[in-house]
């Protein structure tokens, strides 16, 4: 059968770190850094396109030869703990079930669950399943005994091992964990999980030095992980680049520096039958996912100036035509930023965009923070670090809403 595990793959240079976790149905394949990036400068001096070109390019090998660090799990390491993980706390007798819940944890699934439902599709989906059950307690009113999303997050505290803290930068982790549980919530053709799910299809490659063709598995993940510090320092050498050469990088917003990490990545090695070599590839989405999730890694030691300095790449809209290679029939490729979770210190809290305004919720209070400029400067202000990002398609999103 067929063990879904995951991988991270960091690499370190020049004080930038890119991360990438993946969800993969086979190891064959591991994520290698770019020693090119393919920038197109049209209409400029061809002395300036070919300056523009090669700094990227210099940038790209840098990477490539920068001293990588790859760590995987074993396919059975990685299952095991999974289900050591999601089902521990199910049998009473388990010592590990009788000691009590991490406050940390319990705050940050709280937030997790927050954000989730602030994502329309989710939220639609999971209550018409929830609605779908024919055996719920009622009140004399006519309304549920339990809240739908009570009953999900006493499910979830059933059926996860919350009795740890997260480690650093591992709220992500936690939520790939739910959303791997979730399917047991009910059962159904397509689980809330499946929302969250970018499939990359990597067309076969003949390599470039010995013209052996290797055909690539169907990837599955769910989103991209970047690093604080990466954001900061490839915004920086963008901005190099605009002042270099103006007419052809003028823009380096969000998804464009996204797109340069996503490229820095895209290198893979031939087989083994052929000469082993590095050959650069290209991750194709045929299906755009009704849910694209960034997470953004911090240090934990940044200062207001660097959090500010991150925080200020972000954008409340993308294209992800313009991060991966999109070939499906969908004109419809833009996303919305509706929810966060967010981290300062050891508590968790979830940002959202609620009636035309951002609100910040602390566990079950909430404050009315004003327009993006005004959350980025809370963001400074407050050391709070954004490290999950929930963009919703805004065209399945905004017609949920008007059917509401």
């Known amino acids: ?72 799990e074993s ?17 009473p007798e388990s010592e590990e079930s009788k000691e009590d819940p991490n406050a940390t944890r319990v705050l940050a699934l709280d937030m997790i669950l927050k954000s989730l439902m602030k994502i329309s599709v989710f939220l639609s989906d999971f209550l018409l399943e929830f609605c779908q059950e024919t055996h719920h307690s009622l009140t004399e009113d006519g309304e549920y005994a339990v809240t739908p999303s009570t009953q999900l997050r006493d499910f979830l505290l059933s059926n996860l091992n919350v009795t740890h803290p997260l480690e650093a930068n591992g709220v992500f982790d936690f939520l790939v964990t739910i959303l791997e549980v979730l399917p047991l919530w009910r059962s159904v053709e397509e689980p809330l999980s499946s929302k969250f799910e970018v499939y990359h299809q990597v067309a076969k490659k003949i390599c470039n030095r010995c013209k052996l063709v290797t055909v690539y598995p169907v990837e599955r993940s769910y989103g991209l992980i970047v690093v604080a510090s990466s954001l900061r320092e490839i915004k920086a050498k963008m901005f190099f680049m605009v002042f270099m050469t103006q007419p052809a990088f003028k823009d380096f917003a969000f998804e464009n520096i996204l797109k340069v990490i996503r490229i820095a990545l895209m290198m893979m090695t031939c087989d083994k039958e052929g000469c082993g070599k590095q050959n650069y590839v290209e991750r194709v989405i045929s299906k755009l996912p009704a849910v694209f999730t960034i997470a953004v ?77 005004r959350v980025l400067s809370i963001f400074a202000k407050l050391k709070i670090r954004p490290e999950i990002l929930f963009f919703e398609n805004v065209m399945g999103r905004d017609q949920i809403v008007s059917r509401n």
């Not at 991270?8 to 290698?32: I, Q």
Request: hydrophobic share 35%.
């Open 297 to 373: 890694e911090w240090e934990k030691n940044e200062t207001e100036e660097d959090i500010f300095a991150t925080t200020s790449v972000l954008a409340t809209e993308i294209d992800i035509s313009e991060i991966f290679k999109y070939e499906g029939d969908s004109l419809f490729t833009k996303y919305r930023l509706v929810s966060m979770v967010c981290c300062h210190g050891d508590q968790y809290s979830c940002i959202a965009y609620e009636n035309r305004s951002w609100v910040i919720h602390f566990g079950s209070q909430n404050e009315v923070s004003g327009d993006w400029n």
């Open 75 to 91: 396919p059975k390491v990685h299952e095991a703990g999974k289900v050591e993980e999601t089902h521990q706390k199910v049998d």
């Open 1 to 72: 059968c067929n063990v879904i595990f995951s991988f991270r793959a960091s690499f370190r240079t020049n004080h930038v770190t890119l991360t990438w976790r993946n969800l993969t149905d086979s190891d064959s394949s591991n994520p290698c850094l770019s020693s090119s990036l393919l920038f197109k400068a049209s209409l400029i001096q061809r002395e300036r396109e070919d300056a523009s070109v090669d700094f990227l390019k210099d940038s790209a090998v840098n990477f490539a030869d920068s001293e990588s660090i790859v760590e995987m």
